[in-house]
């Protein structure tokens, strides 16, 4: 499908994809264009990528491809870097948690022969690096493109066939729905896994200690999800501000509500509650979103096979 592809920013994402490319025979050659000498050495042991290289301007010459996979406020400053040398007719795509911005940011760089099909999988873990990268993270997972109105459709088609061959479902969607859908899906949530996380940290150190030995499912889960890349997630939350504050607010206000029916003993409205929200549990387990399966080598590595979210273990911890 293409001749080239250069992937800039070798974390779990940009690894994972060039594994997912190179299972599928999508790309003849794969680069890996990263900042770190030492990440690029790594790439190349591991046979990720054809080449590797930290020079950004080298890195892109040529490739008929070329993929932003790095933290969403570092994407602007990406692609002034590389726009001079992209190839006429390039695709350039990226893979960030928010995409209003990305587009904002990156597309006033772009030359007019080069097309943009902004991107973003809605897969991942609280991993790093290129070691954390897998072949299958995007498998059976959905990918939102968010390609301005313009945008040549041939580009398009591209995107959406790279990532059909990593066993992707890619869905086109408006920028802005994308940053509120996933405002509520995966940002709160975050958010929210901080908060806990972080308010546990400053018990003080007795009643800390034991809240860690007898963490129960529901605290574990919690520290999973705030074990997070930190950079990643300050972008994210710094590019999708209203979003995550509208959201935020709605929250607040059924938090508020809940505070409320504790206070006042009504058992009829939690149960009421509690029995609503089980239900999108089931829904996402229905359509098949509800866990990860990882590969032989991150079995080995000591990452559990099946992510923990996979069925509720809070009775159970
Ligand atoms: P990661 O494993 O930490 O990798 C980030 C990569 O970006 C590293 O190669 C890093 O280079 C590079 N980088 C960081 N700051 C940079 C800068 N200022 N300029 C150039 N390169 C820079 O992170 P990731 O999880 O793969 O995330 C990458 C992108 O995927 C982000 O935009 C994120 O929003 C998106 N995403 C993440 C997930 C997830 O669950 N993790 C899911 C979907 C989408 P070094 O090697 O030099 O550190």
Not at 237 to 263: M, S, W
């Amino acid at each position: 499908m293409f001749d080239q592809v250069s992937i800039i920013g070798f974390g779990l994402i940009g690894s994972s994809l060039a594994q997912g490319i190179a299972r599928a025979g999508l790309a003849r050659k794969i680069i890996c264009v990263d900042s770190s000498k030492k990440v690029c050495k790594k790439v190349l042991q591991l046979g990720l990528a054809d080449e590797a290289t930290p020079n950004f301007v080298k890195g892109v010459r040529d490739s008929d491809l070329v993929v932003l996979a790095v933290p969403v406020g570092a994407c602007g400053d990406v692609a002034s870097k590389i726009s001079a040398s992209l190839k006429d007719g390039a695709i350039v795509t990226d893979v960030g948690s928010v995409k209003q911005s990305v587009i904002d940011a990156v597309l006033p760089y772009l030359p007019d022969t080069v097309h943009f099909v902004p991107g973003h999988p809605i897969a991942g873990t609280e991993y790093s690096g290129p070691e954390a990268g897998f072949a299958e993270l995007f498998v059976n997972r959905w990918v939102i493109l968010t390609p301005p109105s313009d945008t040549d459709v041939r580009a398009v088609e591209k995107i959406v066939k790279l990532w059909e061959g990593c066993g992707s479902f890619p869905e086109i969607m408006d920028p802005y729905h994308h940053d509120l859908i996933l405002g509520v899906t995966s940002h709160l949530p975050h958010l929210i896994a901080y908060t806990i996380v972080g308010t546990a940290d400053d018990l003080e150190a007795d009643l800390k200690n034991e809240v860690i030995k007898f963490s129960a499912g529901g605290f574990r889960d919690f520290t999973r999800i705030a074990a997070s890349n930190p950079v990643m997630w300050r972008d994210v939350f710094l590019n999708n501000k209203d979003a995550v504050l509208e959201i935020l607010q709605r929250f607040d206000e059924d938090l508020t509500a809940l505070q409320r029916a504790i206070r006042k003993g009504d058992g009829k409205f939690l149960e009421a509650f509690f029995t609503r929200t089980r239900h999108i549990r089931h829904d996402i387990i229905e359509q098949g979103q509800a866990a990860y399966v990882y590969p032989d080598t991150q079995r080995k590595s000591g990452v559990p096979a099946v992510l923990e979210d996979e069925e509720d273990d809070s009775e159970r911890a």
